[in-house]
C-alpha cells in the first residue's frame, strides 16, 4: 500500500489556493467567481476557498430532478457562507422545465445510451447557465473537480462540469479535499455526505458508479504516478488498480488536448517542383 501523505497543512493549503485565485482574477480583469453549488463536498470547499478571497462570489443552485437532501445541504452551505463573507451571494436557478423541452426536442432523434446522455446533459445545461451568469456579471466560472475525478479516471462530464475557467482543487486528492473543509468548519452534513454526482436522480453515489472507493482509488492513482503498475499486488488491490487504468484509458479523450488534424505543407500547398 502507498499511504496518503498525512502532512497536509490545511490552512497553508486554504491560503495558497486563495492566493492563487485571487491573482488570477485580477489578472483577468474580472470581478471574482461563480460556482454552482451541488450540496457536495468539492463544490462546498471550492466555494468556501472563492468566498475567502474576498472578491465577489455568485454561487448557483440549479436543480434539475435534484434529491431534496442534497438542495437542503446546498441552501447550508449558501447560508453559512453568507454569514461569514459580505460579498457572498446566491441565485436559485430551476432548470427543470428547460432541461424537459430540450430533451423532448432531441429525445426524437436517438435513443441509444438515453440515461447517460441524458445525465451528461444536465451537466452541460448548467455549465451554459453559469457561463451566462459570469459573463454578465463579470466573473470566472471556478471548477470544483478534485485530482482523481479530473485526472486520473475523468470522473466528469466533458463541457459539462468539466467546463470551467480555472481549477482551485483539482491538485488535491479528495481525502483531502475533506481534510480542508472540515479545517474550513464546512457544515458536517457535507463532509460526512456519501459522494455524488446529483445527475441521476435516483440517489446512486460516486462509488456506485465508480465501483470503488475514494481512498481505494487514490492509491491505485499513487501507484500509477510512481511507475509501480501491478508490482506485489492481489485481491481487491489488484481488482481496483485495474478498474483505474481501465477507466483512465476509457475516459483519456477528457482528460487529453483535443486532438487536432495537422495538414502537412505538401497536402496544403501541393506538389512543387
Known sequence: ?????????????????????????????????VVGISGG??????????????LELLLVQMPIRQAQSEHQRGHELIELLKSRHPLVRSISVD???????????????????????????????????????????????????????????????????????????ADLMKTEVRALAEALELPRSIVEAAPTDGLWGDGR?????????????????????????????????????RLYRRLNRANAHKMNPIPVCSIPASVRWGSRN
Open 205 to 241: 453515489t460516486d462509488e456506485d458508479q465508480l465501483g470503488a472507493s475514494y481512498p481505494e482509488l487514490e492509491e491505485a492513482m499513487r501507484r500509477d504516478e510512481s511507475g509501480l503498475s501491478e508490482e506485489g499486488l492481489d485481491g481487491r488491490s489488484l481488482e481496483v488498480y
Open 95 to 169: 432548470l427543470n422545465e428547460a432541461f424537459d423541452h430540450l430533451m423532448e426536442a432531441v429525445k426524437p432523434f436517438g435513443d441509444k445510451n438515453e440515461l447517460l446522455a441524458s445525465a451528461n446533459t444536465r451537466a452541460r445545461l448548467r455549465m451554459s447557465a453559469l457561463y451566462y451568469l459570469a459573463s454578465t456579471n463579470e466573473l470566472l466560472v471556478a471548477g470544483t473537480g478534485n485530482k482523481v475525478e479530473d485526472f486520473g479516471v475523468g470522473f466528469y462530464t466533458k463541457y459539462g462540469d468539466g467546463g470551467v475557467d480555472l481549477s482551485p482543487i
Open 1 to 33: 500500500m502507498i499511504p496518503a501523505d498525512p502532512r497536509i497543512q490545511s490552512l497553508d493549503v486554504a491560503n495558497h489556493i486563495e492566493q492563487w485565485m485571487r491573482d488570477y482574477a485580477r489578472k483577468s480583469g474580472q470581478k471574482g467567481f
Open 41 to 54: 463536498i468539492d463544490s462546498a470547499l471550492t466555494a468556501a476557498l472563492a468566498a475567502r478571497t474576498g
